[in-house]
């Protein structure tokens, strides 16, 4: 039960805060909202199947313009292009992913990396079809469709996204449904069989595990949810350049899981609000921003390696283990 008022408690705060918070606040909620979705799509490669990803970003970036593109070119609206973004992101979690199949550790982190640098070297130079440095703009806003009564009968009436709280809510709605979704399949079979082989991938593929297929659904998963969050921002700004996705966005979103606590939903979410909303509130020293955000990393790997809220089995096995340490003690 108190897990229900805490859970309805931070909703309700939520839901009202963009009607108390000025328009600049508002934007950060949004961003940190974003993050949020990043964090928890990065968490499904990372943190339950343990496959060290430096090029998510590039997933953002391919939401963010397959929107753009097929706004501008085909005036496709925003709901329509979406499911075509999610689809081009797993293609590109696939085809990202296949050659990294038998990769592990350090090998793994640099091709990932390697793809996400290619991926935005493509944006940046394909003149023709991304206008290259000087980016996309013009796209339109999400439009939700309403019931409108009206004497004549019962219609639907177009309504454009515009305003900054209705932004918000639409990014709070994303970012739920992405909570929702990374927990059930944190619990199913399949969630089960990535965290057998971030454990042990030569024992789960001898206990029968498919590895190949469920290291690649992991990408695919992964990457859906980053083109979401990538087109509701392409969508947002009306406006997309190659350099919004630069590898240090990667480090920022890897940040956020490690921080939160690798494979928890409620770490990544307190992450994503402490890296993206704090160093705002100390926008004045921006000079040391960066500083501070290694000092808090630094500390927190020597403090609480296991994350400001580690996930629940991973705290299950450190009581385990501190259990068996004092047995032997004493």
Request: glycine share 10%; with cysteine; aromatic share 10%.
């Amino acid at each position: 039960v108190p897990k229900v008022f805490t859970l309805g408690g931070l909703l309700a705060v939520l839901v009202i805060f963009p009607q108390i918070a000025n328009n600049y606040m508002i934007a950060v909620g949004i961003t940190c909202l974003i993050y949020v979705a990043l964090g928890l799509g990065l968490n499904i490669v990372v943190g339950l199947c343990g496959l060290l990803d430096l090029g998510y970003i590039a997933f953002y970036a391919v939401g963010a313009y397959t929107y753009s593109l097929l706004n501008l070119t085909f005036g496709i609206s925003f709901w329509a292009a979406l499911p075509i973004g999610v689809l081009l992101g797993m293609i590109c979690g696939c085809i990202i992913g296949y050659p990294t199949l038998k990769m592990r550790g350090d090998y793994l982190a640099i091709v990932t990396l390697g793809f996400g640098e290619i991926i935005r070297l493509v944006l940046n130079n394909w003149d023709d079809l991304t206008a290259g440095p000087n980016g996309l703009f013009g796209m339109d806003k999400p439009t939700l469709l309403l019931p409108n009564f009206t004497e004549a009968g019962f219609t639907f009436s177009a309504f454009p996204l515009k305003s900054l709280p209705a932004l918000y809510y639409l990014i709070l709605v994303i970012a739920i449904l992405t909570i929702i979704g990374v927990r059930r399949l944190d619990n199913s079979r399949i969630g089960r069989a990535w965290i057998a082989i971030r454990e042990d991938e030569t024992a789960a593929e001898l206990s029968g595990v498919p590895t190949t297929w469920i290291k690649l659904l992991a990408y695919a998963l992964g990457a859906a949810f980053a083109s979401v969050a990538g087109a509701f921002f392409a969508a947002k700004l009306s406006y997309t350049n190659p350099n919004f996705f630069l590898f240090m966005e990667s480090c920022i979103v890897l940040s956020i899981v490690v921080l939160g606590g690798v494979g928890s939903i409620p770490g990544i979410v307190v992450a994503a609000l402490i890296l993206i909303a704090v160093p705002e509130v100390f926008r004045e020293l921006e000079n040391y921003r960066m500083l501070a955000f290694g000092g808090i990393m630094t500390t927190m790997m020597v403090l609480k390696p296991d994350g400001l809220i580690p996930a629940t089995r991973k705290r299950r096995q450190t009581e385990e283990t501190q259990m068996v340490e004092a047995q032997k003690e004493s």
